[in-house]
């Protein structure tokens, strides 16, 4: 759903949306969703406009720690929306969620068909956190249209991480 009210989420709301993408569920390491070779080249950004608890602002999401590092302060959400190609709803939600990748983790070892594998994971970790995004009777989309280098830029992201996916969340 692209409707989201104006009212905050909780901190462990948005923990636990992290965690169902990507957090850690084994002593071994391994995570939430499915990873070829468990090589992990997926790496989550928070931009937040509205969390009880948390100031606006971009953090990365730490899985083996299961922890936010702050990454850029101040709400980041206009400019994201705007590399989303100005879709209006990106700004609304009161998180996004987005989903990047280091390819060469994967592409090492697998070769050109790791891209296939990275990209089947980012859906993976993605319809993980809808379904818990749901049971937590929250509204969460899914953005893949956007200028790739814009949301890069805006979240700050290391120059071997791919912006792939963007999930704006918010209350019903
Ligand atoms: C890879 C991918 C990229 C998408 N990108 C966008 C997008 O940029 N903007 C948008 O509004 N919806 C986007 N969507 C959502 C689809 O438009 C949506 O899933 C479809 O209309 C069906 O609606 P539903 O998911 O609510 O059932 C994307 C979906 C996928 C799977």
Redesign the pocket.
């Known amino acids: 759903m692209?409707a989201f009210s104006h009212q905050p989420l909780a901190l462990a709301e948005v923990a636990q949306l992290l965690w169902a993408a990507q957090g850690v569920t084994s002593a071994e390491g391994l995570r939430a969703a499915p990873s070829a070779g468990a090589l992990y080249p997926l790496e989550l950004y928070l931009a937040v406009r509205n969390v009880d608890g948390l100031p606006a602002g971009v953090y990365k999401y730490l899985p083996e720690v299961h922890r936010l590092k702050p990454w850029a302060e101040g709400d980041r959400s206009h400019d994201l929306a705007g590399a989303a190609l100005d879709?209006d709803f990106v700004r609304r939600g009161v998180i996004v969620i987005a989903f990047a990748a280091v390819e060469a983790r994967t592409t090492a070892k697998y070769g050109e068909r790791g891209v296939r594998y990275v990209h089947i994971e980012i859906g993976h970790s993605a319809q993980n956190a809808l379904l818990q995004a749901v049971a937590l009777g929250l509204n969460a989309?899914?953005?893949?249209?956007f200028d790739d280098q814009g949301v890069e830029h805006v979240l700050q992201m290391h120059r071997s991480e791919q912006a792939l996916y963007l999930m704006p969340v918010g209350k019903r």
Do not use: E, S, Y
């Open positions: 692209r879709q989309a899914v953005v893949g249209a």
